[in-house]
């Protein structure tokens, strides 16, 4: 796992590798030439290690979870967007987490820093806290990359503001039109899939990179190979996401039965090798056989996420006050005046990733999947 490298072989080729293993040197022929072929006896490169906070705990990477409006009524949404009380992020708790993360940065000795618009809602619902930001980090001495996570109904105005100043976007966007307006329709319970077409068409003729997160749920599995067919044919995004949502009630999250999990598998490998032969990346972040880790989610080392109540948390799912989740990733807090970072809660969480980590060991995805 560590050379990130498999392949298929029988009882005959396992025996061998073994008495290799030994120290023995039987002779192997065309097995041999293979073996050498892939760099399979290359040495291991050192295991990547657990995150360990330090004292000087500086996240350069500021993410604003901008508020709970949404203009869709999304049937699995996580953070049941655009019902109950809205609540919304100042511009000065905005502009005091962006200066943080540039003071971290520097204090680093770093060259530049990073801002995500995210949400527990849609973030462009929040134009006038989202747009003081954006000119807020572009004022700062330090350049910053700048990306928003969207829903991609966007009014002319706030595309042309965000085609100018926004670095990379990330669509939330669920295929062919059956399946977006089914799962992503308005409050009234029309679709949504014309605007967000007209929205990637719209990148795509800006040359903005972006990418597509398509959410699959057990009654459409078996239209996400159509989905991505569609994606490939119809806009020029170059990576697409694809994640499961095993829940449709808003505000919940869901485990899969056996026969939903292998469903899913079956559509995903359908869906990625459709993206292999169109020349796309289509993954699964379960999945990323590719990637050496000790951690499934950065946000815990690289990431000073906030909601709009000023929680810092450790996980974007962690949205606000109303999270059922939320005291098992609060680690501080911001506001206009300052952060403030807990570092034994910040220490209490490093330590829990690590203990279920520890159920992982033997798994042949331990240096992929971390848990």
């Known amino acids: 796992p560590l050379l990130r490298l498999a392949f298929v ?25 293979f073996l050498d ?43 049941n967007a655009g019902q109950g009380e809205r609540r919304r992020m100042s511009p000065e708790l905005a502009r005091a987490v962006i ?50 996570v ?43 899939f014309d605007a967000v077409m007209h929205t990637l068409r719209t990148l795509d003729d800006s040359g903005m990179p972006y990418g597509i997160r398509l959410t699959a749920t057990p009654p459409w599995f078996g239209t996400l190979a159509e989905s991505i067919s569609f994606l490939c044919a119809e806009t020029g995004c170059p990576t697409i996401q694809v994640e499961p949502s095993y829940e449709m009630r808003g505000g919940a999250h869901g485990e899969p039965d056996e026969a939903e999990g292998e469903a899913f598998v079956r559509a995903f490998v359908d869906a990625f090798e459709i993206g292999c032969r169109a020349g796309r990346e289509v993954y699964y972040s379960g999945a990323q056989l590719y990637t050496l880790t000790a951690s499934f989610c950065h946000a815990l080392a690289e990431a000073l996420i906030v909601t709009p109540d000023g929680d810092i948390v450790t996980c974007f799912e962690a949205h ?19 952060i403030e970072i807990d570092r034994r809660a910040l220490l209490a969480f490093s330590e829990s990733e690590r203990r279920r980590r520890a159920a992982c060991v033997g798994c042949f995805c331990y240096r992929h999947c971390a848990g």
């Open 9 to 33: 072989g029988n009882e005959a080729l396992l025996s061998y590798v073994r008495e290799r293993m030994k120290g023995a040197s039987p002779r192997g022929g065309d097995v041999d030439a």
């Open 320 to 338: 606000g006050r109303a999270s059922a989740i939320l005291s098992r990733y609060a680690v501080g807090h911001a506001s206009a005046a300052g």
């Open 99 to 148: 200066d943080a993360a540039h003071a971290n940065a520097r204090a680093r000795n770093a060259d530049g820093f990073w801002l995500t618009l995210h949400g527990g809602g849609e973030p462009t619902q929040d134009w006038d806290t989202l747009s003081a930001a954006i000119l807020h980090a572009r004022a700062s001495a330090l350049p910053c990359a700048i990306t928003l």
């Open 37 to 79: 072929g892939i760099e399979f006896w290359r040495p291991d490169p050192p295991p990547v290690l657990p995150w360990n906070p330090s004292a000087d705990h500086r996240p350069a990477h500021a993410v604003l979870l901008l508020g709970s409006a949404c203009n869709l009524r999304c049937v699995y949404c996580y953070a």
């Open 150 to 192: 969207s829903n991609g109904l966007w009014s002319d105005s706030q595309r042309a503001l965000l085609l100018a100043n926004v670095d990379s976007v990330c669509i939330s966007f669920d295929g062919v039109r059956a399946m977006q307006d089914a799962q992503r329709p308005r409050p009234d319970g029309t679709g949504s």
